[in-house]
């Protein structure tokens, strides 16, 4: 089992900055891609980042050029640096771990919204 714990969001500007970050814990070898998702009211659950353990990166096409995801091994932590934050960036952003390339773990969820 992985467990994830979420922190940093919060209430923005737009224009603002944010970062989150997502502490693991638990059985983490075999961990082989961590992300970020998020999910607007009444939308469905979309990929915002996600890197792999080889460092190799992607990005959702609304986020590229703002967001930056990265890692820290000896943390066990991945984070998501937001910048130039939309207000269409508001959701809720949830943490992503994938073992063995088929069991995923995800994390409750950190509240960002970004006022006009």
């Known amino acids: 089992q992985v467990q994830l714990v979420e922190a940093g969001g919060g209430l923005v500007q737009a224009g603002g900055s944010l970062r989150l970050s997502c502490a693991a814990s638990?059985?983490?070898?075999?961990?082989?891609?961590m992300g970020w998702y998020r999910q607007a009211p009444g939308k469905q659950r979309e990929m915002v980042a996600i890197i792999g353990s080889t460092g190799h990166t992607n990005y959702a096409e609304s986020v590229k050029g703002r967001f930056t995801i990265s890692g820290d091994g000896a943390k066990n932590t991945v984070y998501l640096q937001m910048n130039s934050l939309k207000p269409e960036d508001t959701a809720v952003y949830y943490c992503?771990?994938?073992?063995?390339?088929?069991?995923?773990?995800w994390g409750q969820g950190t509240q960002v919204t970004v006022s006009s």
């Open positions: 638990g059985s983490l070898s075999g961990v082989t891609i």
């Open positions: 992503k771990f994938q073992r063995f390339l088929r069991d995923n773990y």
